[in-house]
């Protein structure tokens, strides 16, 4: 058995502690340097085995052409667009919609665990995952529904601080040690490979402005909401850096892009999609940026993000 390479427990401990408050505060890490297995290269002239993992940000459901019903995976998201510029030998798409940390071990309708794709000999893992353990489908509908009540003020950030602390917060909190977890069983069933751990799109103007009824929530929770995706990409950056993985900034990018703008300018559908794709959801440009997103990354060589 290969032994994984990892800091003294103590040091990890505290590194482990210092993510999870950087996630729920908003504060910044430096990651003490560690030292990686030894790697297959990943560079653009090698072909490489790619095992792309995630949930519906990953698979793109409603872009066409469709190829898995059950997970809604797309042959036109970032993934298949990754693998064919990269021209990866063998190439296993197990991303599906509505999954969470959870189903990295168990099963998802006709989908298998969906670690059961990564093994020794694979080079390059995407993992794009967490938001639907944090409840992005949940949050939107609540954040719509409350937005009636108050469409000027902030009842869905009002409903979540109700017991006196961000229960959203508080969620991105609980979903670090899942997200941790997945990363360390990814490095312990392949060793070798360059784990690549991709954030969320810009969702929300960055600005915090609003764009109600286009988008129905209220006036004042379009920050808030903003501001939970930023915390939520914080975390998968911070996880990242902590268990030797590089992490895709995917927001920066996208800025500009979100659910509000014009048809013709966003990536990102509005909950009711004018273009193929499901709701709060890339469309194909917006699963060709995330594709650049990591290209870019994969280009730059292995390191740290």
């Known amino acids: 058995m290969t032994k994984d390479i990892r800091p ?18 908003g504060c910044a890490l430096v990651a003490a340097s560690t030292t990686p ?65 959870a189903e990295m071990w168990q099963a998802q309708g006709s989908n ?86 991709v954030g969320y799109p810009d969702l929300l103007p960055d600005d915090g402005t609003g764009c109600f009824p286009q988008v129905p929530f209220a006036k004042g929770d379009f920050p808030y909401l903003r501001d939970t995706e930023k915390r939520l990409n914080l975390m998968l950056r911070l996880v990242a850096a902590v268990n ?10 996208t800025v500009g892009h979100d659910m509000c703008k014009s048809p013709a300018d966003r990536w990102i559908e509005p909950l009711q999609p004018a273009a193929p794709a499901a709701p709060a959801h890339p469309n194909a440009k917006g699963e060709q940026a995330m594709a650049q997103a990591v290209l870019d990354r994969l280009g730059r060589g292995r390191g740290r993000y």
């Open 8 to 25: 003294a427990d103590r040091t990890r401990g505290r590194r482990r502690a210092a993510v999870l408050g950087a996630a729920l505060g």
């Open 37 to 101: 297995a030894a790697a297959h290269s990943t560079g653009p002239g090698r072909a490489l085995d790619y095992v792309a993992l995630g949930d519906s940000y990953t698979s793109g459901p409603g872009i066409p052409a469709q190829v898995d019903a059950n997970c809604a995976r797309s042959d036109h998201n970032y993934p298949s667009l990754v693998a064919a510029q990269h021209k990866a030998a063998t190439f296993t798409d197990v991303s599906c919609a509505g999954a969470t940390t």
């Open 112 to 197: 298998k665990p969906q670690l059961d794709a990564v093994g020794r000999d694979t080079d390059l893992v995407t993992v794009q995952i967490g938001g639907n353990d944090v409840g992005f489908g949940p949050i939107i509908a609540t954040c719509a529904r409350l937005a009636a009540q108050d469409p000027t003020g902030d009842p869905c950030k009002r409903s979540y601080d109700a017991d006196g602390y961000d229960q959203l917060a508080l969620a991105v909190l609980k979903t670090a040690p899942k997200v941790d977890k997945v990363l360390r069983a990814l490095h312990a069933r392949a060793p070798h490979a360059r784990v690549v751990v």
């Open 244 to 253: 030797r993985a590089e992490y895709v900034d995917t927001y920066g990018p």
